[in-house]
């Protein structure tokens, strides 16, 4: 998966609202993006500030971040990041109080028209598809939060763990925080799952891979819900002997490896059918 480099986001903290609180260096990649998004909400040098005073502003704020999460979150289960802004109006309208909020870009391109002639058109976009993810993230988070148990969180859930969904999980998992088990659950059984397909098929490469993937996943998403500690316990569980660490791995995988790695030394004393993490190959 792809983010923007920390270092460039962490000085870009910096240089956004000086005058604001004093920097705090984020400890997740969810609070990283939620700084830089609050620092740019209320800079001076934004298209239009916001100064927040009383509940009336946080309200609007959050209606119009569901708003943005609606659109990111529709669209990419469309594969899109590039949007028309006649048909965003038409759906959402509210687009026109979202663009001031500095995420959303519009550009004039020229198309085809249905006589084949060329056509001035608007199109709407994210600053880059990570911020979409991000916002589609907030989106499910905040649906997960108000409806834990309903069908259409569970479809969500389930679609964040596609393979192109990777930073909505993750992203998901740091909205959610303490809330985040329907999140873990939906891991949880997929990373089961596939654990059994390994097991019936042993030289299934596709599903090994799968497990993989999840488990990475499971892995970055502790590290940004951080609370979910029974989590630690079902990744331990289904580690084999040798944990291969690629550069694919993030900082947060690798802190929750730790995590794992200190739970299965509590867990060991008296269970039988531990599985333990012997070697680390970093390749």
Same mark, same amino acid.
């Given at each position: 998966?792809?983010?923007?480099?920390?270092?460039?986001?962490?000085?870009?903290?910096?240089?956004?609202?000086?005058?604001?609180?004093?920097?705090?260096?984020?400890?997740?990649?969810?609070?990283?993006?939620?700084?830089?998004?609050?620092?740019?909400?209320?800079? !001076?040098? &934004?298209?239009?500030?916001?100064?927040? =005073?009383?509940?009336?502003?946080?309200? =609007?704020?959050?209606?119009?971040?569901?708003?943005? %999460?609606?659109?990111?979150?529709? *669209?990419?289960?469309?594969?899109?990041?590039?949007?028309?802004?006649?048909?965003?109006?038409?759906?959402?309208?509210?687009?026109? /109080?979202?663009?001031?909020? %500095? @995420?959303?870009?519009?550009?004039?391109?020229?198309?085809?028209?249905? #006589?084949?002639?060329?056509?001035?058109? #608007?199109?709407?976009?994210? $600053?880059?598809?990570?911020?979409?993810?991000?916002?589609?993230?907030?989106?499910? %988070?905040?649906?997960?939060?108000?409806? !834990?148990? &309903?069908?259409?969180?569970?479809?969500?859930?389930?679609?964040?763990?596609?393979?192109?969904?990777?930073?909505?999980?993750?992203?998901?998992? %740091?909205?959610?925080?303490?809330?985040?088990? !329907?999140?873990? /659950?939906?891991?949880?059984?997929? $990373?089961?799952?596939?654990?059994?397909?390994?097991?019936? +098929?042993?030289? &299934?490469?596709?599903? *090994?891979?799968?497990?993989?993937?999840?488990?990475?996943?499971?892995?970055?998403?502790?590290?940004?819900?951080?609370?979910?500690? &029974?989590?630690?316990?079902?990744?331990?569980?289904?580690?084999?002997?040798?944990?291969?660490?690629?550069?694919?791995?993030?900082?947060?995988?690798?802190?929750?490896?730790? =995590?794992?790695?200190?739970?299965?030394?509590?867990?060991?004393?008296?269970?039988? =059918?531990? +599985?333990?993490?012997?070697?680390?190959? @970093?390749?």
């Amino acid at each position: 998966m792809t983010i923007c480099p920390h270092c460039s986001l962490s000085s870009r903290l910096q240089a956004v609202g000086q005058d604001a609180q004093p920097f705090r260096l984020p400890t997740t990649v969810t609070e990283l993006y939620t700084e830089v998004f609050r620092r740019l909400l209320m800079s !001076p040098y &934004s298209v239009k500030p916001y100064i927040l =005073d009383g509940d009336r502003s946080w309200k =609007d704020i959050h209606l119009r971040l569901m708003a943005l %999460g609606q659109i990111a979150w529709e *669209e990419l289960k469309c594969n899109r990041t590039t949007f028309s802004v006649q048909d965003l109006r038409d759906t959402y309208k509210v687009l026109d /109080r979202l663009l001031p909020m %500095g @995420v959303l870009r519009i550009e004039k391109q020229y198309e085809r028209g249905l #006589q084949n002639e060329l056509v001035l058109s #608007q199109k709407c976009s994210f $600053i880059n598809r990570t911020w979409q993810e991000y916002f589609a993230a907030f989106y499910v %988070g905040e649906k997960a939060k108000s409806q !834990p148990n &309903s069908r259409q969180t569970a479809q969500y859930l389930q679609a964040c763990l596609e393979r192109d969904n990777s930073l909505v999980c993750l992203f998901t998992a %740091g909205h959610l925080k303490s809330k985040a088990s !329907p999140l873990i /659950r939906t891991i949880e059984r997929e $990373i089961k799952f596939y654990r059994k397909e390994v097991e019936r +098929v042993p030289k &299934s490469r596709e599903a *090994e891979l799968r497990l993989t993937d999840l488990l990475r996943t499971g892995l970055e998403c502790l590290q940004e819900c951080r609370s979910q500690t &029974s989590f630690v316990h079902v990744l331990a569980q289904f580690f084999t002997e040798k944990l291969h660490i690629t550069e694919k791995c993030t900082a947060a995988c690798l802190y929750s490896i730790a =995590d794992v790695l200190k739970f299965q030394g509590r867990e060991q004393t008296g269970r039988r =059918d531990q +599985v333990f993490v012997n070697t680390l190959q @970093v390749t």
